[in-house]
């Protein structure tokens, strides 16, 4: 039996179609170009701040941040309530008229699927998505409110992601990629470039990782503005598929299973392999019950609602996983907050206690 977030012999189909772009397809300048075009049709989303987060820091790393405070980009406050419209949006208005005609097709947790249905319905173009069978409930309504025609198949994202490619070829449809695709990671990139404009000093990003895409865009605009910053990519313990790929210099598939679903990966991609393995300043795996604990923070604390995978980065910083030295400028994404009210309250008395500050 394959233990959750360890290898698995994935169908050949999960990889197929899958080649290694040039390693330029994603370029500070396109993600520039991402924000011109995305104002407006996007939220601004607000840089929140903690004193609490940053004394917990403190405690467990040595290193008070700058300003005696950790910065927080709410993303959970975004469109559909995560980062995903960003790319989703500008992959949109990209479609040629034969794609869009086509009708397109997405395998997701919940939120790329969101997203997708959403800037998809304002185009006119149908959306199939397909989820896990065991998906959050309010994320597959919210797909099916925005449009889309949902399809619930498979124990895990594996499952749904060869279902996906089932109907995707009995229909022709159009698959929309979630990470492996440089106009979708130059949409995510629009959040880097957003940071550095409210923070312009900011020294360490921290960013949660599921195939990988939000991680590379923030890197690559972060450190086109300030190249001495370090931008580190937090995994679930139990969805560890970026941090397999680096480790073995190909893409790995493994069966995730992790509370943080959004970030709930089969497998990276050679996009998103190539820019995390240039651009990332380390990879951090954080256990279940310690971003349940961030979620429990961002709840009490904050007074936030974020879903675990939008906790990640928090947590990780919390219990003094991501090293911080004293006088940086911090930040955590906060990259969403889909999560039921229900489930919330089921998951917290899960969570890991806090260090002591």
């Not at 959403?118 to 998906?135: D, E, I, R």
């Not at 399809?151 to 070829?169: F, N, P």
């Not at 609602?305 to 911080?324: D, H, K, N, S, T």
């Amino acid at each position: 039996m394959v233990e959750p977030g360890q290898e698995d012999t994935a169908p050949d189909a999960i990889l197929a179609g899958m080649s290694v772009p040039a390693a330029d397809v994603v370029t500070p300048e396109r993600i520039r170009e991402a924000a011109r075009f995305l104002q407006g049709r996007v939220h601004r989303t607000p840089l929140l701040s903690s004193a609490t987060a940053a004394r917990l820091v403190a405690a467990a790393t040595g290193g008070l941040p700058a300003d005696g405070r950790v910065y927080l980009k709410a993303e959970h406050l975004q469109l559909t309530g995560s980062f995903k419209p960003r790319g989703a949006i500008l992959k949109i208005a990209a479609l040629s008229p034969a794609e869009r005609a086509a009708g397109l097709i997405v395998i997701s947790a919940g939120n790329h699927a969101q997203a997708v249905a959403l800037a998809a319905s304002g185009a006119g173009v149908a959306v199939t998505a397909v989820m896990p069978a065991a998906a959050v409930t309010a994320k597959v309504a919210a797909c099916r409110a925005y449009g889309a025609e949902v399809i619930l198949h498979g124990a895990d994202t594996a499952e749904a992601w060869a279902e996906m490619e089932r109907v995707r070829d009995a229909r022709g449809l159009v698959f929309v990629h979630p990470f492996d695709d440089p106009t979708i990671v130059a949409g995510q990139g629009t959040v880097g470039l957003e940071i550095v404009e409210d923070l312009p000093d900011v020294d360490l990003v921290v960013v949660g990782v599921g195939g990988g895409g939000l991680a590379s865009g923030i890197a690559m605009a972060v450190k086109a503005i300030r190249p001495g910053a370090r931008v580190v990519g937090v995994e679930p313990e139990r969805s560890n598929a970026l941090s397999r790929a680096l480790a073995a210099g190909v893409i790995v598939p493994i069966r995730p299973d992790s509370v943080a679903d959004g970030l709930n990966a089969p497998f990276a991609a050679p996009l998103t392999l190539e820019l995390a393995g240039r651009l990332l300043d380390g990879l951090i795996l954080v256990p279940d019950a310690e971003i349940l604990a961030g979620v429990r923070f961002a709840f009490e604390r904050l007074k936030q609602v974020l879903e675990p995978a939008g906790a990640a980065a928090l947590a990780a910083l919390l219990f003094g996983r991501v090293p911080v030295r004293d006088g940086e400028r911090v930040c955590a994404v906060l990259s969403g907050g889909n999560i039921e009210p229900e489930r919330l309250a089921g998951l917290l008395p899960m969570a890991a206690p806090l260090p002591e500050a």
